[in-house]
């Protein structure tokens, strides 16, 4: 059975930094492209980054670009977040998602996330 | 950047009912638009990938149909477990991955 769960998230003031991990089992880590989504209160869901199963490649939406960095220990099956320099419209729930092989991203298993809030 | 908008914003419907629900992308998506149901305090889960391929365990009450830039979610009868939040998401042109502005469906 494939879990996810994803845990660091927290409360913090404006520039602060955060580190979001992602424990991940039931399925072959090192295969498979994971992404991290967010999803503020009352609003739908928002795609942040992705990396690929080896980790060799990332990708951000560029409301992020600069701020956060994404990464893996494929050793250890899990899945980061550094996010830094955070903004009160960075707070929402982070959802670790699995994707597929490569960067076929078909998000097929999510956890159930990992709250952050970012306020004076 | 891919923008997917879907209507209508609520669907009022009772069980046992059909729902048909929309999802418009700026531009061509091909086939790879996916569906996911979200339910309150919990996280999206797949119901269909590209287009029309349920995901594991789906039933089949759910059904997806389109293509380029028009897309269709069915579901044939809903169930009580059914009324809930509806996005659609495109993988074709990323990043950024996209997903749409969502559809609740509720219990008239």
């Known amino acids: 059975e494939v879990q996810l769960l994803e845990s660091g998230g927290g409360f913090l003031q404006p520039g602060g930094s955060l580190r979001l991990s992602c424990a991940a089992s039931?399925?072959?880590?090192?295969?498979?492209?994971m992404t991290w989504v967010r999803q503020a209160p009352g609003k739908g869901p928002e795609w942040v980054s992705a990396?690929?199963?080896?980790?060799?490649?990332?990708f951000y939406t560029d409301s992020v670009k600069g701020r956060f960095t994404i990464s893996r220990d494929n050793s250890k099956n899990t899945l980061f977040l550094q996010m830094n320099s955070l903004r009160a419209e960075d707070s929402a729930i982070y959802y670790c998602?699995?994707?597929?092989?490569?960067?076929?991203?078909?998000?097929?298993?999510w956890g159930q996330g990992t709250s952050v809030t970012v306020s004076p | 950047e891919v923008v997917l908008t879907q209507s209508p914003a609520t669907l009022s419907l009772s069980p046992g009912e059909s729902a048909t629900l929309s999802c418009r992308a700026s531009?061509?998506?091909?086939?790879?638009l996916a569906w996911f149901q979200q339910k309150p305090g919990q996280a999206p889960r797949l119901l269909i990938y590209?287009?029309?391929i349920r995901a594991t365990g789906i039933p089949a009450r759910f059904s997806g149909s389109g293509s380029e830039t028009d897309f269709t979610l069915t579901i044939s009868s809903l169930e009580p477990e059914d009324f809930a939040i509806y996005y659609c998401?495109?993988?074709?042109?990323?990043?950024?991955?996209?997903f749409g502005g969502g559809t609740k469906v509720e219990i008239k």
């Open positions: 998401q495109q993988r074709y042109s990323w990043p950024p991955l996209t």
């Open positions: 590209d287009t029309s």
């Open positions: 990396i690929t199963g080896s980790g060799d490649r990332t």
């Open positions: 531009q061509s998506v091909a086939k790879y």
């Open positions: 039931g399925f072959t880590f090192t295969t498979y492209a």
């Open positions: 998602a699995k994707g597929g092989r490569d960067t076929n991203m078909i998000l097929d298993y």
